[in-house]
């Protein structure tokens, strides 16, 4: 036992328990390795250890709260419910406490393959281009890794999976992605079932019809069937099988003997097991067994002589003594991460190595042999206890009531790492086997007889939703309770969480929004709980919640069980469970609802619970509402409006209520009501109601296509390689920054961070900090004062605060120490007195205030030329006006910035790693901080997990931060930030209001605009002008207006300082102005794709910014090919019919179209990139340009480029990292201009070697090999580096040039695009679903076509959140509510369009277009396409509301959550749900836009 542990407060109290725990080790196995840890770090999660080891950085960090799936491992372990059958638990290792990995096997990404041998899973989400910057991807792979194992019969030998079972059970729920928009990495999934599992995939209706037979196969399989049935699978016996896919020798029960081997692992002492039958644990070389194909894809091909890829190289010959033959020589090969697909008749054909189940992970045999043991561990300040039976447990409580019950601390951890709670005593309850069994009648008269569900407190809440589902198709009806249950536990937390997450906890937590308490509570349901004092006792949970998350339950006691009761057959009971969230996977609730009602044989209430959560500060039942309706006819309408006139008056919420929506969830409250009165009506058939009335929205799984079509494709260019780090992504080797090695003496930062919104500094005690493991600290006064300032336009922004704080977040200081959790508590030690100052956050707020920076840009066009736009108007027939808002967007890249510098002794020279997109700011304000020229500091990036501009410029902050502190102390200096400082400190996609009037002719021609565009800066100015310009100038969207006069305002607020984002404010924009051509179309009547068609640009028009519409404008023919491939005019007609038959649910379909102009547009001087290309003797060649990896796949393109010049496979060159010692000046990678700048820098420079290279290519033939070539050369002393440049023409928009003749062009071209998009909307929940989306994108002629359309969906995708899910809200006091995955939602898995369909344009000669291979700019284009969605809904809405008798135009705000649907269906029950605000009240949150 350790002795600091001896220091521990709690160690009197508790010596007596911890004198019979025997062990303070932990005994476990990490990827097939021994790992015994003897008294761990007690603040460790799993996910701290497993960074901690050498080479195991795959396990990312993205969020440190469960809801993002980047920490995703597998724990194997043995089920003992399933009688001692391997299961495969996918966790988040962020919240999963270290002690709970005792005789686990832990497997990484790392476990499962690497580069050389990946597993088939990761080659295939690597090929499939299911991974774009990588971030979220080793996460994704464990959960898909997790279900391949699970779905393994060991008996049976073969595996029960199909895509529904991936897609539709909640499996990925748990993960995240920004990038791909999903849809590829689902692709990849399907091809594994359907080809990977191909001959091992259970016969019969399992795979004829998925839906079905899954669930069948789920409840023939549940181990816990009472009886036996000829067709059940037999259960398995405990037979001490590893687990093996595909066979282990123990599988038919044939034990053999068990031999081990040792095997070193890095830090641990550990050993590697042979499998059961003496083979290895590690996968053979499943490569070399031959391959699998996919062949989905459809591109052209061209023969060439040069290969795509396979390059070889020469020996390296340095004098004229040796001869070429010596180049001959092959000193090595390399190879695309991952190749390229080989061509057979146009069809790409894929290799995959196949799976070889057998070659998978086995469960280590030594841990079954493992005795369990009592684990004590810890230090003077936190104690870990793990007991392994009840009785220890009640000995620590009774010993240290207040010790900390840990079960799967999803809800502990979280409180751990945001709210700071110490837990000086935890005691992990997970491995205690009395908390976790759930009790199943064993025979069918017990099944009849069955009064109660007893369900053991910390059993995981998959197993209770399997069990219930079990149950429920054995019981029927009368066991509904179950039923509700499962449905709850479906969309419970992300399968992660649900993994390990227990019914105790989410009981014991009494959280007001838990999804589970209201079922309990309308099932009437009974805690158990057992104390050393009170032993055995009953709470009824109807009684157990007394206060906001307080509960009856003695400290001293621990919660055994939890018994549901199940009504007696024939009884006329019904209990449904309902949840409303901002999104339907993994979100906590708004409204959740659980309603029961027991009916006489007359119909008559007999019995009734109407349990809600979201109401109130803790689970309540309705009670008034249930005297009301008892004793009455169900059946009869006025019981059900009396219920409703009662609920409405019990749920008395104010207007400023805690979590806002009043409106909201009052309404919720009866229309979860609403909806279970008419399911029960159907359930007990006692009428016939309207089923779209009861059936909630579901998606069916997704499909899609591509349309892989590219008559330009070249050797390399225009091939579909996949991602050049795909394969490093998919096995974790991929580095980002926070997994460069740790460097000697290095230090982690951790930023101190105002508290106040708008506040003067009075004192900053920051000595506290250094009692908590602070090593120290800077602030402003460690620079000089006019360091202390920087701006990616105009330097308006401290570094660190000076006097006043003008933001929450805003850094103040930094705080380092030896690791980033020491770091982290001494910055809270940081102590801040403020003295608050008036607060300004809103736009609205701003313009009342006056509060703006200077900025002043306008355009002009027609009769605003000589200011005489009344003129205008008055030729108008009609007028329209209107304020157009749309909030916010948080970028949500999964890595959050990050920094490492590395101070050199020399020169005050520094290495500064950074995840950036803007090298050369990065470098240039380094420079500054630390006093030394630019030349000193060289920033690198090797890539990044993503970044959509968020990291343009707010990730200068931490590298310039890091950089002091790293000056001041001489050593490395680390920092990631949490997801949450993130948010708060770096800014967003600035909300925006558009006040605008129209002026149009009857007939709806547009006449002219004006409007006053207004976006939210924060409280600096960062790029918050340029963005505005891009937002005026794409305020019109594809729309010729004769009259226009726009004007910009850029206001200053004390919200975080908003920045970049994918777009720029065009997205802003163009909403804006299919916001007034919405409002236009209903003012006149006319169909909205008549007034689009009859307003849109023609060649030789002015744009507002007086740029011409040139030849290439194919918005006109987008529409047209859009239109007839996806059956628009067809399909409009269908849902106007289905609209007409159906009351509760609309569905809506908008065809939107996008422009966008590609170029830094008013930033004239970014407009220019450089790129150097080394080649070496051996005909290997070195790429370096100024652009940045963020998972665009840049690289990849910039190698293409280079590939197709030089004329050598595209493995011949290499691009290791960007940095400014390579590339002096670059442009920061944005505007979607990457490939545009860089490549033609990139061909600028192979254009002077191919020059330099002519004679030896005549000299050795044009198909000569580059080794040969380059060795000729270079023995001839030719320069084999060039150094490229090029600068974008034409260009060069002056703001306020209103000379037609004179004013040069402001973008170099547009981008266009169309989509269609079609949405079913729940009119009940204002839930909603994307049934179909049609793509057509103009992207020239594409240099990787898999790339642009992984950014075409992953666009789509990012728009269709910013337009209908992701909320910013912000509280009274200024802090950003919603500043996690928990509060902020990003789409899902299952957000996506059901059907989802991309395909470029065709057959256009793109004469004007000037760029690199003719390709265009793609990163930023798509995103407003995600607006089609929006408008789609708008579109259902105005569907319902005419049922409704609403004739007011609708002015809806982006985003339309389902908060803001469903209050603009205008029924009845909303009327009833309205709450209207007190005299001076305010909502509780605020939308800034
Ligand atoms: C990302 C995320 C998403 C979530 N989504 C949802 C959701 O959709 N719906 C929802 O309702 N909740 C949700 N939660 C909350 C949480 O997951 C649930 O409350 C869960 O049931 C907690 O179980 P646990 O075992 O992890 O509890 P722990 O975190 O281990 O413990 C929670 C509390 O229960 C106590 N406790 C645990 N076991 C016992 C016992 N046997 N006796 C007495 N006390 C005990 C602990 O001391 C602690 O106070 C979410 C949490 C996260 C982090
Ligand atoms: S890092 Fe663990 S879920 Fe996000
Ligand atoms: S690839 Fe998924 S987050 Fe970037």
């Not at 597993?119 to 991974?131: D, M, T, V, Y």
């Not at 774009?132 to 080793?138: E, K, Y």
């Not at 110490?422 to 005691?427: D, T, Y």
């Not at 090919?1121 to 059956?1127: D, G, N, P, V, Y």
Request: glycine letters at 8%; one cysteine or more.
């Amino acid at each position: 036992m350790a002795s600091d542990l001896e220091n521990h407060a709690a160690f009197s109290a508790l010596a007596h328990v911890i004198h019979s725990f025997e062990e303070d080790t932990l005994h476990f196995y990490l990827n097939g390795s021994r790992v015994d840890i003897a008294n761990p770090n007690p603040n460790w999660t799993l996910l701290d250890f497993i960074r901690s080891q050498h080479g195991l950085k795959g396990t990312k960090l993205g969020c440190g709260e469960g809801g993002c799936g980047a920490c995703t491992v597998v724990l194997q372990t043995v089920d003992a419910r399933q009688n001692g059958r391997i299961k495969h638990l996918s966790v988040n290792a962020c919240l999963f406490p270290l002690v709970g990995v005792i005789g686990k096997h832990v497997i990484t990404v790392e476990g499962l393959g690497n580069v050389e041998h990946p597993h088939p899973l990761q080659e295939r989400i690597a090929k499939l281009h299911g991974s774009q910057c990588g971030f979220c991807t080793p996460g994704i792979v464990m959960s898909l890794y997790a279900v391949i194992r699970n779905a393994y019969d060991p008996v049976m030998g073969v595996f029960s999976l199909s895509d529904h079972e991936v897609e539709m059970n909640g499996h990925l729920d748990g993960n995240l992605c920004r990038c791909t928009g999903y849809k590829p990495i689902l692709q990849a999934a399907r091809t594994f079932i359907t080809e990977d599992l191909k001959g091992r995939l259970a016969a019969g209706p399992l795979m004829k019809d998925a839906k079905i037979s899954i669930d069948e196969q789920e409840l023939r399989s549940f181990p816990y069937s009472s009886e036996s049935r000829s067709d059940e699978i037999p259960i398995v016996k405990s037979n001490g099988s590893c687990g093996r896919p595909g066979g282990c020798c123990r599988d038919r029960q044939k034990l053999e003997t068990l031999t081990t081997t040792n095997n070193g692992s890095p830090g641990t002492e550990s050993s590697l097991e042979t499998s059961c039958d003496g083979r290895g644990l590690f996968s053979s070389t499943p490569s070399s067994r031959g391959s699998t194909t996919s062949d989905g894809e459809n591109i052209a091909t061209e023969e060439s002589k040069i290969p795509i890829a396979g390059a070889t190289y020469a020996r390296p010959v340095k004098s004229r003594e040796s001869n070429l033959a010596g180049a001959e020589g092959i000193k090595a090969q390399t190879s695309l991460d991952a190749l390229p697909p080989e061509h057979g008749d146009g069809v790409p054909q894929f290799s995959f190595s196949p799976y070889v189940p057998q070659t998978e992970l086995v469960f280590p045999p030594r841990l079954r042999k493992l005795p369990k043991s009592a684990v004590c561990y810890g230090d003077s300040k936190k104690i870990w206890l793990r007991p392994i039976n009840l009785q220890q447990l009640l000995d620590i409580k009774q010993a240290f009531p207040s010790a900390k019950l840990v079960g799967g601390a999803s809800e502990v951890q979280v409180e751990v790492r945001f709210k700071n709670a110490p837990f000086a005593v935890s005691v992990y309850v997970s491995d205690v086997q009395e908390l976790q069994t759930i009790h199943l009648p064993e025979k069918e008269e017990e099944l009849q007889s069955m009064t109660d569900f007893v369900i053991g407190a910390n059993a995981p809440l998959t197993e209770v939703e399997s069990a219930c589902k079990v149950l429920y198709a054995k019981l029927g009806p009368r066991a509904s309770v179950l039923e509700a249950a499962r449905k709850q536990l479906r969309y419970f937390a992300g399968r992660q969480i649900r993994n390990v997450a227990s019914l105790a906890g989410n009981v014991a937590t009494a959280s007001p929004i838990s999804d589970m308490n209201p079922v309990l509570m309308a099932a009437g349901a009974t805690v158990t709980a057992q104390s050393k004092q009170a032993g055995v006792f009953r709470l009824p949970i109807s009684t157990f919640f007394v206060a906001y998350r307080t509960t009856s339950l003695p400290e001293d006691a621990v919660i055994t069980s939890i018994s549901i009761p199940i009504p007696s057959s024939g009884a006329r009971e019904v209990l449904k469970a309902y949840k409303q969230a901002k999104r339907k996977d993994d979100d906590i609730a708004i409204v959740t609802a659980a309603f029961r009602v027991r009916l006489d044989s007359r119909g008559f209430v007999e019995d009734t619970c109407l349990a809600y959560g979201g109401m109130a500060p803790m689970t309540v039942c309705a009670k008034e509402t249930m005297r009301a309706i008892c004793g009455k006819q169900w059946q009869d309408s006025r019981t059900l409006d009396e219920a409703l006139r009662s609920l409405q008056k019990e749920f008395d919420l104010r207007f400023g209520v805690p979590g806002g929506m009043a409106t909201y969830r009052k309404t919720l409250s009866l229309s979860l009501f609403f909806r279970f009165w008419h399911e029960v009506v159907v359930d007990l058939k006692l009428g016939h109601v309207d089923t779209n009335l009861i059936t909630e929205i579901h998606r069916s799984i997704s499909s899609g296509t591509r349309d892989n079509f590219n008559p330009h494709e070249q050797r390399v260019v225009g091939k579909q390689i996949p991602h050049l780090s795909a394969l490093k992504q998919n096995t974790g080797e991929a580095e980002y920054v926070d997994d460069i090695p740790h460097q000697e003496r290095e230090l982690y930062g951790a930023l101190v961070m105002s508290k106040k919104a708008h506040a003067k500094i009075l004192g900053v005690d920051w000595r506290p900090a250094f009692d908590a493991g602070a090593v120290g600290y800077v602030d402003k006064h460690s620079i000089p004062k006019a360091a202390n300032v920087w701006g990616s336009i105009v330097k308006d922004e401290p570094f660190f605060a000076e006097e006043e704080v003008l933001c929450h977040g805003q850094p103040i200081g930094m705080v380092y120490a030896e690791t980033s959790l020491k770091a982290q508590a001494a910055a809270r030690a940081v102590h801040v007195d403020y003295d608050d100052l008036p607060v300004i956050l809103t736009i609205d707020e701003a313009i009342e205030a006056k509060s703006f920076f200077k900025h002043g840009k306008e355009l002009k066009k027609g009769s605003a030329l000589n200011d005489s736009m009344d003129e205008a108007f008055k030729c108008c027939d009609r007028i329209f006006e209107g304020t157009t808002r749309i909030g916010g967007q948080e970028h949500f890249y999964l890595e959050t910035n990050a920094a490492l510098v590395i101070p050199s002794k020399e020169d005050g020279s520094m290495e500064v790693w950074s995840s950036t997109q803007n090298t050369m700011e990065t470098q240039e304000f380094v420079a500054q901080v630390t006093g030394v020229p630019s030349n000193r500091i060289n920033a690198r990036v090797k890539r990044m997990g993503g970044a959509f501009g968020g990291k343009e410029s707010r990730s200068v902050q931490i590298a310039c931060i890091l950089a002091i502190a790293a000056k001041k102390e001489r050593r490395p200096m680390r920092c990631m930030l949490n997801r949450d400082e993130d948010m708060m400190t770096t800014g967003q996609r600035h909300p925006v209001q558009v006040r605008w009037k129209v002026g149009t002719t009857s007939d709806g021609r547009l006449i002219a605009l004006d409007a006053d565009v207004y976006n939210n800066a924060g409280y600096s100015q960062d790029m918050s002008g340029a963005v505005m310009d891009r937002c005026c100038t794409h305020l019109e969207n594809c729309y010729e207006i004769p009259h226009v006069h726009i004007r910009g305002h850029v206001c200053k607020t004390n919200t975080h300082s908003n920045t970049a984002f994918r777009g720029f404010g065009g997205p802003q924009g163009m909403f804006a102005a299919e916001s007034y051509m919405t409002a236009v179309a209903e003012g006149l009547n006319i169909p909205i794709d008549e007034l689009r068609t009859k307003n849109l640009y023609k060649e030789g028009d002015l744009t507002p910014f007086l740029q011409k519409i040139d030849e290439d404008w194919h918005i006109p023919m987008l529409i047209e090919q859009t239109r007839k491939e996806s059956a628009y005019n067809e399909r409009l007609a269908n849902v106007e019919d289905f609209n007409a038959q159906n009351k509760w649910k609309k569905r809506g379909i908008a065809m939107i179209p996008t422009k966008f102009g590609l170029s830094f547009a008013t930033a004239v001087h970014l407009n220019q990139a450089g790129a150097s290309v080394k080649i070496y003797a051996d005909g290997s060649i070195l790429l370096h340009h100024g652009g940045t990896e963020m998972g665009q796949g840049l690289h990849t393109k910039m190698v293409q480029v280079a590939a197709q010049e030089l004329g050598v496979p595209a493995d011949a060159i290499y691009v290791q990292d960007t940095t400014s010692y390579q590339v002096a000046n670059a442009s920061p990678t944005a505007a979607s201009s990457g490939s545009d700048l860089n490549g033609m820098a990139v061909k600028n420079a192979c254009d002077q070697l191919n020059e330099r290279l002519k004679p030896y290519r005549e000299k050795y033939g044009y198909s000569a090999p580059m080794k040969t070539i380059a060795h000729g050369a270079y023995l001839d002393r030719v320069n084999l580096t060039a150094n490229g440049y090029w600068k974008m023409p034409k260009i060069g928009y002056q703001w306020g040039n209103y000379d037609v003749k004179t004013v040069k062009p402001m973008y170099y071209y547009f981008t266009q695009g169309v989509a269609v998009s079609e949405v079913e909307l729940d009119l009940l929940t204002g839930d909603h679903t994307v049934l179909r989306t049609d793509i057509k994108m103009d992207v020239g002629r594409s240099i990787n076509p898999a790339i642009d359309y992984g950014q075409i969906e992953g666009a789509f995708v990012q728009g269709q959140g910013l337009y209908t899910m992701e909320e910013t809200l912000w509280d009274r006091n200024g802090l950003l509510a919603t500043r996690g995955p928990g509060t902020y939602k990003i789409p899902g898995f299952s957000d996506i369009p059901q059907e989802f369909n991309v395909s470029f344009l065709q057959g256009v000669p793109w004469n004007h277009l000037r760029s690199i291979q003719s390709s265009k700019g793609i990163g930023e284009p798509p995103l407003f396409l995600g607006a089609s969605v929006f408008f789609a809904l708008r579109s259902a809405l105005v569907s319902a509301r005419k049922d409704n008798n609403l004739q007011e135009y609708l002015a809806l705000d982006s985003p339309a959550t389902a908060e803001r649907l469903r209050l603009a269906v205008g029924d009845n029950l909303l009327k009833l749900g309205t709450v209207m605000p007190e005299k001076g009240e305010k909502n509780f949150f605020i939308a800034v836009a």
